[in-house]
């Protein structure tokens, strides 16, 4: 019989963002998350910068995790970490303490897919949200993936849609710097664009086939039309933030919205949901749950605290596969263009 108390301890460390969460039984009891705040002097994120900070900041994030699930680490039943993708240096990080900490103390390693953990943090039993039932669609969405994803059970997954260029959330950094934003410049696209008007300045979607997505000929137009602007009015972004930013938000959301009742339609899928970091963005969840109404889609948001790199999606992914005993070897390596 297996143990009623299976505690994962999950290891986030892809990027910029040190984590680590404890999960037991499928409830999160603890996730703790460092955020690096040097990045925003370089306008995005450096990745040797990013893997020193990962060095000082796992120690301290691992134990905080455990002491808030109120955990002795030897009753942890198995480690799970994020393998890839990612940045190299970020995620050797995690790998090395992971391992460590697994000889140690003699239980099994997981390595987990960070872009299959986006999805899978639906999954997590949280008070106030259903899980989606399978098959659904899943749209990633961050700064690094843009993909719409045929999920037919929990580790059988098929990208039938993804980006032939920019991220997403690189368009929206992009843009923001083009208007001087700070980075990360989404969330404040985001706050701006509710208090302006979405047809000011239309911008032109990309004709991309199928369910693909590109992203780059939206950054050059919005730095054109930006150029243009400011010659005429030097003051033009300062009296236009809002509608600019309004703009540019409807833009994107049309796009994704566009691929996903593509994709649906393609499917006949109606259980949509949504993951990664752009996922916290009101435009999109809005978008979304209009869906509901004219499509019938079945809509499922992620929480705040799951849609950014977080370790809980980690460890959700280490619980169930430890329910497969699906345990890795210890001379596994990171993968920094791991796919689903």
């Known amino acids: 019989m297996r143990s009623e108390n299976i505690y994962i301890l999950g290891i986030e460390s892809s990027c910029d963002d040190t984590a680590a969460a404890i999960i037991h039984n499928g409830k999160k009891l603890s996730n703790v998350v460092a ?17 020193r900070a990962h060095q000082q900041n796992i120690v301290p994030v691992v134990q905080q995790a455990i002491a808030k699930a109120n955990i002795d680490k030897k009753q942890l039943s198995a480690i799970a970490f994020t393998r890839g993708p990612g940045l190299m240096g970020s995620l050797l990080v995690g790998t090395s303490f992971a391992k460590s900490l697994s000889l140690g103390l003699g239980i099994p390693l997981i390595e987990v897919n960070h872009m299959q953990a986006h999805i899978l943090a639906h999954f997590i039993d949280e008070e106030g949200y259903s899980q989606p039932n399978f098959p659904f669609l899943a749209m990633t969405i961050s700064g690094g993936h843009t993909q719409i994803v045929k999920v037919n059970d929990h580790f059988d997954m098929e990208v039938i849609g993804e980006t032939i260029d920019d991220a997403v959330g690189e368009a929206y950094d992009k843009s923001g710097k083009i208007l001087g934003l700070p980075y990360p410049a989404g969330p404040f696209i985001d706050k701006l ?55 540019i938000q409807h833009t994107i959301v049309n796009i994704l919205m566009d691929k996903l009742k593509k994709a649906s339609k393609k499917t006949g899928i109606k259980e949509i949901a949504i993951g990664g970091g752009v996922s916290a963005n009101s435009g999109i969840r809005k978008a979304l749950m209009e869906g509901e109404k004219k499509y019938g ?3 499922y948001i992620p929480k705040f ?31 920094a263009r791991v796919k689903i």
Do not use: R
């Open 35 to 51: 955020n690096q705040q040097i990045h925003k002097e370089y306008g995005g994120v450096v990745p040797e910068l990013a893997s």
């Open 193 to 247: 664009a509710q208090k302006g008007n979405p047809k000011a300045f239309p911008f032109p979607k990309p004709q991309v086939k199928g369910l693909d997505f590109s992203f780059s000929g939206l950054k050059t137009a919005i730095l054109y039309f930006v150029q243009k602007n400011e010659k005429e009015n030097p003051n033009f972004i300062k009296e236009n933030l809002e509608d600019i930013c309004a703009s």
């Open 297 to 299: 889609w079945t809509a």
């Open 305 to 335: 605290e799951y849609t950014t790199d977080n370790a809980a999606m980690i460890a959700i992914v280490g619980y169930l596969k430890y329910l497969n005993d699906d345990f890795a070897d210890h001379d596994i390596a990171a993968n």
